[in-house]
């Protein structure tokens, strides 16, 4: 179940710019992976215990990863349509290979994070409600901020580019903040889940592009990309789906997986939330 919101995280994050703002990108896990690492180490070095360590790198993660977002952002956004997709993707395998071969966090052996204090099952249960948190921080926030200026210009910048530059919309600033929005609260997801793993591996874990980054993208377009709400029944569905798969599927759940997503592509290119308001309209 801790999971379970940690997939909401990732799709409502994903959607800030692939589906709200347009720009579609494959390279979000490199945030979640900074603010894993950001956080492990700070836990690691800082010589506290192990609550007030985790109260201090959680917040650090958040801004490690948004700092990283407001690094890259001006080059990297400003690439456009596929361009922007596969620069994305390379900056996910290079922060891999670069955690892998630095030693400092454990390169490619990994990094174990601080053991839990509390009794055992706590540790699930605590990061359980602290995961639950960050998705009502996100879904809140995202609510405001769509409701606003900054969610009529990202969706002016997806609707025509050119057309909201020559409106006055200051697009660069626009897309790097959404950016920037989207790194705060995969910091702050990165920094939970490693903790509730206990071990953070580069190209498993931290920057799984290929599970997680692709995860991202399913689970927004199922549930419904450019919505508020589609992503969250993305993901909801997308989870229960897949431990199902795992469960009952066992040594056929990656097939099924795969014909999965095709059939989403292919039934549901609006996604759940899309279709039902296409159900809703025709009546």
């Known amino acids: 179940m801790a999971f379970l919101w940690l997939m909401v995280v990732f799709a409502l994050t994903w959607d800030v710019t692939g589906g709200q703002m347009g720009y579609n990108s494959f390279g979000n896990v490199l945030f979640f992976g900074i ?32 700092l990283a977002a407001a690094v890259l952002g001006p080059a990297i956004l400003a690439l456009r349509g596929h361009y922007f997709a596969i620069g994305t993707l390379g900056l996910g395998i290079a922060a891999a290979d670069i955690a892998a071969g630095w030693n400092y966090v454990g390169a490619s ?18 990061f359980y409600y602290l995961l639950f948190a960050i ?42 903040m959404a950016w920037c929005i989207s790194a705060f609260f995969l910091g702050l997801a990165g920094a939970v889940a490693g903790n509730l793993v206990g071990f953070i591996d580069p190209r498993e874990f931290a920057f799984a592009g290929s599970t997680y980054g692709v995860w991202m993208v399913l689970m927004a377009v199922l549930g419904g990309r450019g919505t508020l709400w589609g992503p969250v029944v993305g993901a909801c569905v997308f989870h229960i789906t897949q431990e199902l798969f795992w469960t009952y599927l066992l040594g056929w759940q990656r097939v099924v997986m795969g014909l999965f ?23």
């Not at 052996?109 to 605590?126: D, Q």
């Not at 995202?142 to 009529?152: E, T, V």
């Open 35 to 66: 603010g894993a690492y950001a956080c492990a180490l700070v836990q690691r070095d800082s010589g506290l215990g192990y609550f007030p360590a985790l109260a201090l790198g959680v917040p650090l993660a958040a801004i490690a990863s948004m």
């Open 109 to 126: 052996s990994g990094m174990v994070t601080p053991l839990f204090p509390g009794a055992i099952g706590g540790r699930e249960k605590f």
């Open 135 to 176: 998705v009502a921080l996100a879904f809140i926030t995202l609510r405001r901020l769509y409701a606003g200026c900054f969610g009529l210009a990202i969706n002016a910048i997806r609707d025509d580019e050119e057309k909201a530059e020559a409106m006055g919309i200051r697009t660069t600033r626009h897309k790097i």
């Open 261 to 283: 997503i095709l059939g989403v592509v292919v039934f549901l290119p609006k996604g759940i939330v899309g279709w039902l308001r296409r159900q809703e309209a025709h009546k």
